[in-house]
């Protein structure tokens, strides 16, 4: 009889003398949790240990899913699984279970640990994090239950170069580095390195600052000196955690900016002129092919580039230090202060220059100063003031002043000068000018004997301690002395009315500079006369006064019955008075004589000539004609005595002794 063998459960049904086996599902276990590799593979490592206690082949499905729930996405998978015994089982993507579909993983020896890899590049391009689920089944097809990994992270995104930028730019002579920045769009940053190629040679790295997605400014190495012919070009590459970098080259070319030269050499070689010698920077020179152009930038009262031959211009002028040599700058101002600089450029990029050098300032010689424009004006008053004027230029603002008058045979100092005496601290240079006046007091420098000189000159001299300018008057009248008058000249009254008189006098000589005869009535004193003060009488008022041969003029205007005292001068152009020749009249008073004409038999002759004169002078004062009554009522203008002759043709004539004329009430 034979055996039963097995074990007893409910659904086992057992037939004589057969042994059954149970079955079990499969395991699975994450033994080693997924991790990206770092070397820029974009892979992920991972294990899982598989057992069958049926001891069957086990096959593995492996998915992928951004979330530890699912949904669940098959995973491609690369490369040859490692095992801890058996054979190696074969992958292939094209199936549900990706590994040991064929060849499955033993476990006839019981657990056993698969090694595989992911190709995460294969399946997803982002960065972020992942899970994988691996489900086994045996030959019966028997699923496992699913094991699900830790979250992992993963980044299959290679880094991508947002910024690049030289930061000092253009590159700087005499350097070994170059300031370089970079930014990169990278959330799992690691190394930066800044890349810089010299005149298109090779590439040197510099490593900068690690874990960051930007650089900041970044001193990279350019692996020579650069000079000032140079030029460069920047890169940078990037890797990130997972050992995914980006190299990015930009095909820029950066022109290096030469070293600043030396300072210019600036000589003062006259009032215009300035000698100036660029140099070179000796370091920088020194490292080029060929040699540097250099332009030479003056300011002052003019900016502008110094040209080829010596003038200033709008446009710089770049020739080599051989070609300048030392270059005569012209056309400047007298006694200005300029600036002289100098700069150069890259002979391989002529917009590329260096720094100007620092200033060199020289100030030009002075120039002579300018008197220009010298005037007298002769005094009309008396006073004997000479206002001279003149105009000054100089490019030196201070200088001293010097008058003198040529009296015939020499210059001669003035003295009693009031005025712009000097010295003058604001005289502008061309074309302004600075108007000086001054007032010779000629009475005062030549005093009592006084001079009369018809060839004077005024000069005026300034001095502004480096040179000295002149200018001169034209030849003018210098006149103090008075105008001559014979001491014995007699005024004399005559021709009265109730307002006018007629007032004569000898001739009283001659002047070189005679202009008119001036008399003043005064109602007050001889002094008030003297004084000019009183009712003047001149040339205004009878043209006859500007000539010296004149002898006679009848004053008007005159008030009735008035004792007037006379002050009569002679008087030049110059405004100088005579001595006075005085004289004292009375003016007319409103009186009347009636003279009545009868012949021998005592009858009235009417139509009568009446003369009538002054009993004390014998001067006629009026003649009139009797009335139809034969009387006449002469004005005679006092009341002094009067005698008259009476004539008519056919009576003959008589006079008639003291006579009183009466006033008219």
């Given at each position: ?465 480096t040179g000295t300018g002149q200018d001169e008057s034209v030849v003018f009248d210098l006149d103090t002395t008075l105008p001559t008058v014979d001491p014995n000249t007699i005024v004399t009254v005559s021709e009265i009315t ?119 002078t014998g001067v006629l004062v009026t003649s009139d004609v009797t009335n139809s009554e034969g009387y006449v009522d002469a004005q005679v203008f006092d009341l002094s005595p009067k005698f008259v002759l009476i004539m008519k ?17």
């Amino acid at each position: 009889m034979g055996q039963i063998y097995g074990v007893l459960n409910s659904a086992l049904q057992l037939e004589f003398g057969q042994t059954i086996e149970k079955q079990f599902d499969p395991t699975v276990v994450v033994e080693v949790q997924p991790a990206q590799r770092l070397d820029g593979s974009k892979l992920v490592d991972f294990s899982v240990e598989v057992d069958d206690q049926n001891f069957q082949a086990i096959k593995i499905k492996i998915e992928r899913s951004a979330s530890a729930s699912g949904p669940w996405v098959a995973a491609t998978i690369v490369g040859t699984p490692t095992v801890d015994f058996g054979n190696v089982p074969d992958v292939n993507n094209a199936n549900p279970f990706q590994v040991g579909t064929v060849t499955g993983v033993e476990t006839d020896e019981g657990a056993n640990t698969v090694g595989l890899v992911w190709d995460v590049d294969a399946d997803l391009n982002l960065v972020t994090t992942y899970y994988l689920q691996i489900t086994v089944q045996d030959t019966n097809l028997d699923d496992s239950t699913p094991a699900v990994s830790s979250g992992f992270p993963i980044d299959t995104i290679s880094p991508i170069n947002v910024t690049l930028t030289l930061v000092v730019s253009p590159p700087l002579a005499l350097l070994s580095t170059a300031s370089v920045s970079a930014t990169w769009n990278d959330s799992s940053p690691d190394l930066n390195y800044i890349r810089i190629k010299v005149n298109g040679g090779a590439v040197v790295e510099t490593v900068g600052p690690t874990n960051v997605t930007s650089t900041g400014t970044v001193a990279a190495n350019a692996g020579v000196v650069l000079y000032g012919d140079d030029y460069i070009q920047i890169g940078a590459r990037h890797v990130d955690d997972f050992g995914s970098f980006t190299i990015i080259d930009s095909a820029t070319t950066h022109y290096v900016k030469p070293a600043t030269p030396a300072l210019v050499t600036a000589v003062v070689t006259g009032k215009t002129t300035v000698d100036v010698t660029p140099h070179e920077n000796a370091a920088d020179a020194a490292g080029i092919t060929g040699f540097f152009s250099h332009a030479i930038f003056v300011s002052g009262d003019t900016n502008g580039w110094v040209q080829a031959g010596g003038t200033i211009g709008p446009g710089a002028v770049h020739q080599t230090i051989a070609t300048w040599g030392t270059i005569t700058v012209i056309g400047l101002l007298a006694n200005h202060t300029y600036e002289f600089r100098s700069k150069t450029r890259n002979p391989n990029s002529i917009s590329v220059s260096s720094d100007y050098t620092s200033i060199v300032e020289v100030t030009t010689e002075s120039l002579d100063p300018v008197v220009q424009n010298v005037t007298v004006t002769q005094p009309t008053d008396g006073t004997g003031v000479y206002v001279i004027e003149a105009e000054l230029q100089d490019d030196y603002p201070t200088i001293t002043i010097t008058y003198e008058y040529w009296d015939g045979d020499s210059w001669e100092a003035m003295i009693a000068v009031t005025g712009d005496t000097g010295p003058f601290f604001d005289v502008p240079s061309s074309p302004a000018v600075k108007t000086i006046t001054l007032n010779w007091n000629a009475l005062t420098q030549f005093g009592i004997d006084g001079v009369n000189q018809t060839n004077a000159k005024v000069r005026v001299i300034a001095n502004d301690g480096t040179g000295t300018g002149q200018d001169e008057s034209v030849v003018f009248d210098l006149d103090t002395t008075l105008p001559t008058v014979d001491p014995n000249t007699i005024v004399t009254v005559s021709e009265i009315t109730l307002t006018s008189q007629r007032l004569s006098w000898s001739i009283v000589g001659s002047d070189t500079n005679f202009d008119s005869y001036e008399l003043y009535f005064s109602a007050i004193s001889f002094a008030d006369a003297l004084a000019r003060n009183g009712v003047k009488w001149d040339k205004v008022d009878d043209a006859a006064l500007a000539t010296n041969t004149t002898d006679t003029t009848v004053v008007t205007g005159l008030t009735i019955d008035t004792s007037y005292f006379v002050a009569f001068f002679a008087k030049d152009t110059l405004g100088n008075y005579s001595t006075a020749i005085l004289a004292a009249f009375h003016s007319g008073l409103d009186a009347v004589l009636r003279v009545t004409a009868v012949d021998q038999n005592g009858y009235l002759i009417p139509a009568a000539t009446v003369y009538v004169y002054n009993t004390l002078t014998g001067v006629l004062v009026t003649s009139d004609v009797t009335n139809s009554e034969g009387y006449v009522d002469a004005q005679v203008f006092d009341l002094s005595p009067k005698f008259v002759l009476i004539m008519k043709a056919g009576y003959g004539s008589y006079v008639l002794d003291d006579q009183e004329p009466e006033a008219v009430a």
